[in-house]
């Protein structure tokens, strides 16, 4: 099993370009999230779902949209690219039902804003 | 919402000795409390959690202790090594909301040989 792999590892963009991260996992987990990482702020959830077809928001959900087409993959979609967004960014996986579960983390994203 | 604070957010210890990191969080309805490890460079991986109907859980040389009517856990790791030199998150959740995590801002562990 490959488990969470991510595209791109890096990434610079410039101030109001899109562009998708995407993720996707073999574990046929239900549930897939995105966070990003900032110094000192740990690992704040962006958007998650638990199921294809289902999504929802987490902490810090603007500027950011995503879809769950397939149980495999959780692409993280940036609208207008903004500086604020420089991070690292993570998605996870686990299952979910009837409870809380270890999540698998992939490699991560670094995004540079300019 | 729930809201985790961690404490401290770096600790340098001797390596041998003993570390201990501390977690506060708001929501009582609270009931799963993972720790998470990320070395530098490196995704973030559980290496142990602990659910409200337990007080204290232990693996080898990390045991992580939980006390519900203070609302704080901690994460102890014993004979310190310097493998054991990283990022640790705690964080909090919900079991009948499914997964998901708050963390906590993270500590950095030097372990100095």
């Known amino acids: 099993n490959a488990g969470v792999t991510q595209t791109p590892k890096f990434q610079v963009l410039k101030t109001g370009q899109s562009m998708t991260l995407q993720c996707a996992q073999d574990?046929?987990?239900?549930?897939m999230s995105w966070y990003r990482q900032d110094p000192g702020m740990g690992l704040r959830l962006i958007h998650y779902s638990v199921g294809a077809g289902i999504t929802d928001q987490g902490e810090v959900p603007n500027g950011y949209n995503v879809s769950r087409s397939t149980t495999e993959d959780f692409p993280l979609r940036l609208l207008s690219a903004a500086p604020s967004q420089t991070s690292v960014y993570f998605c996870?996986?686990?299952?979910?039902?009837?409870?809380?579960?270890?999540?698998?983390f992939g490699p991560g994203t670094r995004l540079t804003v300019t | 919402g729930e809201n985790v604070e961690q404490h401290p957010s770096t600790l340098s210890v001797q390596e041998g000795d003993s570390a201990v990191i501390k977690c506060t969080y708001s929501?009582?309805?609270?009931?799963?409390f993972p720790w998470y490890k990320q070395e530098l460079g490196k995704r973030p991986q559980l290496i142990i959690d602990?659910?409200?109907?337990?007080g204290e859980k232990k693996d080898q040389r990390i045991a992580v202790t939980l006390n519900k009517t203070a609302k704080h856990f901690s994460l102890h790791i014993t004979e310190t090594q310097p493998e054991d030199s990283a990022v640790y998150f705690c964080a909090a959740s919900i079991v009948e909301y499914g997964n998901k995590l708050v963390f906590g801002a993270g500590t950095i562990l030097r372990v100095k040989s």
């Open positions: 574990m046929n987990h239900e549930y």
């Open positions: 929501d009582s309805a609270s009931n799963y």
């Open positions: 996870a996986s686990s299952y979910s039902r009837g409870g809380a579960y270890e999540q698998y």
């Open positions: 602990i659910r409200s109907n337990v």
